[in-house]
Structure formats: C-alpha cells, structure tokens
C-alpha cells in the first residue's frame, strides 16, 4: 500500500513544489539536468504518492515485501531526490547539498554514501532495464509478489542492451516489471528523430513480446488510470511497456520542449521567472 495515497489536487501541489526545488537545485550550482526533470514530475510524483507500495522509513536496501523503482537516465536526478525526501526517505533540507563536494545527492545517483532510495548507480545510459530485469527475477525467486518498475530515457533507447534485456524480459515472462519510456523526442544534442530516429516504438515492442501502452505523463488525469492499467496488466506472462509522452521542460515556459534545457541550469533572473510559474499554496522551499 502507498504510504501516502494522495488525491489528485494534493499530487498537482506536490509536483509543483518539486519543480520548485529542482529549479532551485540546479540554479544553486549552475549544473545539473532541468529539462527531463521538469517533465518527469508527474510520473515520479504519481509513483511514489500514489501508486507503488514502499516503506520510506526504515530504508531496505533489499527492497523485500515492497514494489522497487529504478532510474536508469540517472542524470535528471533532480527529480528522483526531490520527491524522494518530500516522500520521507531523507530530510528535505539535505537538497541544498545537490552536486556539492562530499554531499550524498551526487549529479548521478549512487549507493556509495548510503542515500535512503537509492538501490543501484545509474546514469551509464542503457543500463537501467537489464537491472530492473535482474530485481524482478529475484522477486519471483523469493516468492516476493510486488513489483519493479524502472524509468528510461527515450535517447538512450539508441543503446543496444535496451534490446538484449527487452528480448530477455519476454522471453522469461517477467510479468511483474512495469518499464517506463519517457517519450519526449530530446536528447543532449538534438531531437530523437534528428539524431538516431526510433520508428514506431509501440510496434517495436510489441514485436519483442511486451504488453503495451501510452499515457500522457503531464495528466494526472490520463497518467494514474495508465499506470493503474499497467499494474492490471502484469502477472500475464507479459512484460509490461509504458510509452510516456511528455514536455522536456514541463511547467517552465521558457523551458519547454526544447533540448537546450537538457543540461543547463537557469541564471537568476530566469530562476525567477521559474519560480513566478511555479506558484503553490504555500511554498517549503528547503
């Protein structure tokens, strides 16, 4: 069960205040990754205030008896820390050390100075699925009924592992695995299609043996009744496959839908503007 279990006007709030906070992150070092982090809010938000079953406190590395979340594009961080310490897994306070030397919240997340939240390294592009395939293999080997759910970058979907692990997961049913694909067609140095374009991914997928669906991961609206579909979907046989389209840069005009915001953080006078954009009801800007 959710330990939280938000309704949807507390989600918008929440997803406003952790656009706040990873603006604010990014702009304190002038480093990091807005962009992807700005358009995943509602989807990190939606799992972790809604959707999967986690005990934030006491942190269980092993992950038993709760559903287990993986990034795999580690580098929008932001995002993941945000929602991690306003969820209770550390103090919110901590999020002022973003990227700083010695602190725990590094540009891509690790496991070395023991952040609550964290299972695995991430941000080597392509590696996350092969992880979130190995940890619900050994939920069903320990008779563990949760799920695993992981996240990935459309860009990266250029990697070859991608495939060997999509091919891998259908092959040995791991049904209980509810992979993401944040489908908003910008990486580092262009658009997707521009760059290495990636066809119909729908049918790609499907091809390899996976059950499919899309959502629109800037909706909580649409988004919640996809992931609740998808979590329908697993124990099938079938691994399940989210298409999530969103806007690099959601909720920051100046931001949106470009892919010049992938790794910039703003100055001041546009973390202003951001913040301006960012209104809620009342503010906890750590």
């Not at 993986?70 to 999020?95: D, M, Q, T």
Request: with cysteine.
């Amino acid at each position: 069960m959710n330990p939280h279990n938000k309704s949807i006007e507390e989600l918008k709030e929440i997803a406003a205040q952790v656009r706040r906070d990873i603006v604010r992150m990014v702009h304190a070092v002038n480093s990091g990754h807005p962009g992807g982090s700005l358009g995943c809010t509602d989807y990190f938000v939606s799992l972790y205030f809604r959707v999967m079953n986690y005990k934030p406190s006491p942190f269980n590395m092993d992950g038993e008896g709760e559903d287990l979340f993986f990034l795999s594009n580690g580098h929008i961080s932001p995002v993941w820390y945000s929602v991690l310490a306003r969820a209770g897994f550390f103090e919110v306070k901590e999020l002022a050390t973003f990227r700083k030397i010695n602190s725990r919240l590094q540009g891509h997340p690790a496991t070395e100075e023991g952040l609550e939240g964290i299972r695995v390294a991430s941000g080597s592009l392509g590696q996350g699925l092969s992880v979130a395939v190995g940890a619900a293999q050994t939920k069903k080997l320990n008779k563990d009924n949760n799920l695993v759910y992981v996240l990935m970058g459309d860009g990266e979907l250029g990697e070859g592992q991608v495939w060997e692990a999509a091919m891998y997961a259908a092959h040995n049913k791991v049904d209980n695995l509810i992979a993401t694909v944040d489908r908003n067609y910008q990486q580092i140095d262009g658009g997707t299609e521009e760059v290495l374009s990636l066809g119909d991914l729908r049918a790609k997928f499907e091809a390899f043996g996976w059950h499919v669906l899309e959502a629109d991961g800037n909706n909580f609206e649409l988004l919640l009744p996809a992931l609740e579909d998808a979590k329908r979907a697993t124990g099938n046989g079938k691994p399940v496959m989210i298409l999530m389209d969103t806007e690099m840069g959601f909720g920051v005009d100046f931001m949106m839908g470009s892919h010049k915001w992938h790794g910039v953080a703003p100055n001041d006078e546009q973390l202003e503007i951001a913040l301006q954009q960012l209104a809620v009801q009342q503010a906890s800007d750590y």
